[in-house]
């Protein structure tokens, strides 16, 4: 792959379909593939937050992310960061740092005032080869999307194709990848450039119908079913948070913390290597497809 500087984007037709960890996965299999990478999202609503120097705050999610690629996390791989209050009140965590505090309402309203606040902090991703950014929720959420500052508004800021993950789990699958797709703007659709179906339980021979149907509906390929496995850093706050000691030394066994959430990113490598075509996503990355 060339090494110029290079986007790729993660969306979910829900939340919790999976980006996150699809997100650390490919933050791993860059890293191990020998670039410099490194994680952004824009916004994260979340109180599972940790401190990394100087008592920044940004999303668990991010600091993981950020370890995969093997390097310190920073305040600006999560620039925006959202910490629920209670009785629809917020407050505004910028670049690791207190903002302010508002109404959910509010914020929704004035969030595309940060979009200037964004394009400088991404400036920092230019310092790597690669770029693995996250979405939010849905990139269709119809009723708030002209205010998007983390999902298709964001992929063409910084000229990001993108992948969608869905979740099987949960039932729909199709009706979910072909709503979001349907919902999609015509330029944003032209950055979708495949399908990752995730928490497939079950023999993969019985989704070929429906994979062909909908490879033929949008003219997406299907890059891979990602089978439902046990991943000790899935949960925002399930390894990174060092709240319940206990627990974590239960699971780390005789391994070290870091050694344990090596084991777990390496796992996590292996599942997408062997379920993902990851040729297909550099062919992506490398403005082939």
Same mark, same amino acid.
């Given at each position: ?80 960061? +959202? ?5 629809? @009140? $917020? #407050? *505004? ?6 903002? %302010?505090?508002?109404?959910? !309402? ?116 299907? +890059? ?5 496995? @046990? $991943? #000790? *850093? ?6 990174? %948070?060092?709240?319940?000691? !206990? ?43």
């Amino acid at each position: 792959m060339e090494t110029k500087h290079k986007n790729i984007m993660i969306l979910g037709t829900s939340s919790g379909a999976g980006k996150s960890l699809i997100t650390t996965g490919l933050c791993r299999i860059f890293y191990k593939d020998g670039y410099k990478v490194c994680p952004f999202k824009a916004q994260n609503m979340s109180r599972n937050f940790g401190i990394i120097k100087e008592n920044k705050r940004i999303a668990i999610s991010q600091i993981l992310q950020a370890y995969a690629c093997g390097i310190e996390p920073k305040p600006w791989m999560n620039p925006i960061l +959202l910490l629920p209050k209670g009785q629809g @009140n $917020i #407050d *505004i965590i910028l670049n690791g740092e207190y903002f %302010s505090s508002t109404t959910g !309402e509010e914020y929704s309203k004035d969030k595309i005032k940060f979009r200037d606040y964004l394009k400088k902090f991404y400036e920092n991703a230019k310092n790597y080869e690669i770029c693995v950014l996250e979405g939010a929720g849905s990139p269709v959420e119809i009723n708030i999307k002209e205010n998007d500052i983390v999902n298709m508004n964001m992929a063409k800021l910084v000229n990001s194709k993108a992948i969608l993950v869905a979740d099987i789990n949960r039932g729909g699958v199709f009706a979910s990848i072909y709503g979001t797709y349907m919902l999609l703007d015509e330029d944003e659709k032209k950055l979708l450039k495949g399908i990752i179906i995730n928490k497939f339980r079950g023999k993969k021979s019985i989704l070929q119908k429906g994979i062909d149907k909908i490879e033929s509906l949008t003219g997406i390929k299907v +890059l891979g079913i990602v089978p439902y496995e @046990n $991943i #000790d *850093i899935e949960d925002e706050d399930g390894l990174i %948070s060092k709240r319940d000691t !206990e627990d974590i030394k239960k699971r780390c066994g005789e391994k070290s913390f870091e050694e344990y959430r090596e084991e777990q990113f390496n796992k996590l490598e292996n599942l997408l290597r062997e379920n993902v075509d990851i040729d297909y996503i550099y062919k992506i990355l490398n403005g082939e497809i």
